[in-house]
């Protein structure tokens, strides 16, 4: 059966039940990774909403703007040894009644808003052109003007020394603060860099490469509106969000986003009527696949799979078709370039495809 594609597997039917609560403390959260073995901090029924608190890491590149006592918290309480083998900090996880492997996890977005004013952006060592720049770590501080709905940067520094262990402080008020640029203002559009269930591993999986649990795809068409869709690997799910953003390019060529800490508000719906073999994402537009790999190449080839396993599987195209149908219609694009496993997302408008393209109630109507 199809997804969202066909009569009777639209779930606009699916009503919250109820609305819970999710505030990222030390006991809340996991530092750097995924795992199955991680105590659930909250359990819901399918259709539940949530509101949580997704934190930055980057909160101390300047405490003063980006630290509150909860923050302050995670920061000095959680051993640095512990924030391993990635860098994210992710509130979490979930446990969801009745997901079991082979089941859809829908997450609908419905509202990320700034925490604070302010975030931050750093030209790291992971970035694509660091060598190119001399080696040198520069952070920039964004203010976001909640009205506007903009950014723009406040001041910049450069940092000596490289970001190594997540988490990093420091002493703002004293760093030599540098003009940045001038006159230019951009827009917010927020957005998760990483979310994701618990991929069916006895071991602890770094969230900083994507993979088909979700992690850090860093697609900032993630945010408020849209919808993901994350193949079910354990029982329970045990889906956690983290790594907030407040605007992001595709290729995050840097190495960041504009990291700031959000609270999200989303709904968990469930889905037992259809599969699908990656991070599917829906928008009121479009259909967005991803695809992961070592290299660029490898990252298009899967996200070209993808794309024909939706338009033949779901959309009911024959191969051919869809191919031809790839190739004239659908853009493919650079998610990132900074994760380890580089990412291509490929995106189809649904408008091209008629009725069948538009959401539909479960009666067709």
């Known amino acids: ?34 795992s199955p073995e991680i105590k659930p901090a909250l359990t819901v029924k399918s259709g539940d909403l949530i509101q949580a608190q997704a934190v930055t890491h980057h909160a101390g590149d300047d405490p003063e703007l980006m630290f509150d006592e909860e923050i302050r918290r995670i920061f000095t309480e959680i051993d640095p040894a512990a924030r391993a083998p990635g860098c994210h900090i992710m509130t979490g996880p979930i446990y969801v009644e009745g997901a079991e492997p082979g089941d859809m996890l829908e997450v609908r977005y419905l509202q990320m808003t700034p925490r604070f004013n302010y975030g931050s952006n750093l030209q790291a060592n992971w970035g694509h052109l660091y060598q190119e720049f001399g080696e040198t770590e520069r952070v920039t501080i964004y203010r976001i003007d909640p009205n506007a709905y ?8 450069d940092i000596p020394d490289k970001y190594l262990v997540p988490g990093r402080i420091t002493n703002c008020p004293v760093c030599d603060r540098q003009p940045a640029l001038p006159g230019i203002t951009i827009p917010a559009r927020p957005h998760l860099g990483t979310a994701g269930v618990a991929p069916a591993v006895d071991e602890h999986v770094s969230t900083i490469p994507p993979g088909l649990h979700g992690g850090n795809i860093d697609n900032w068409r993630i945010g408020a509106g ?27 060529i840097s190495g960041t986003a504009i990291e700031a800490s959000l609270d999200v508000l989303f709904q968990i719906v469930l889905r037992k009527d259809f599969s699908f073999p990656s ?18 190449d490898e990252a298009m080839k899967s996200a ?5 396993h939706l338009l033949t599987e779901h959309q009911g195209l024959s191969a051919v078709d869809g191919y031809s149908l790839m190739s004239i219609a659908s853009d493919f694009g650079v998610t990132q370039v900074v994760d380890g496993t580089q990412g291509i997302h490929c995106r189809i408008e649904r408008r091209i495809f008629g009725s069948k393209g538009t959401v539909r109630d479960p009666d067709g109507i």
Do not use: N
């Open 226 to 252: 849209a919808k993901m869709y994350y193949p079910v690997q354990v029982k329970g799910a045990l889906f956690s969000i983290g790594d907030p953003h407040v605007s992001q390019g595709d290729g995050e």
């Open 1 to 34: 059966m199809g997804l969202i594609l066909h009569k009777g597997m639209v779930r606009d039917d699916v009503q919250p039940t109820a609305l819970h609560h999710l505030r990222a403390t030390p006991e809340t959260v996991h530092w750097g990774y995924f």
């Open 304 to 308: 070209s799979k993808d794309m024909l």
């Open 150 to 157: 903009t950014a723009s940067a406040v001041y910049a520094y």
């Open 279 to 296: 991070p599917l994402l829906e928008t009121p537009e479009c259909w967005i696949v991803h695809g992961f790999g070592a290299d660029l």
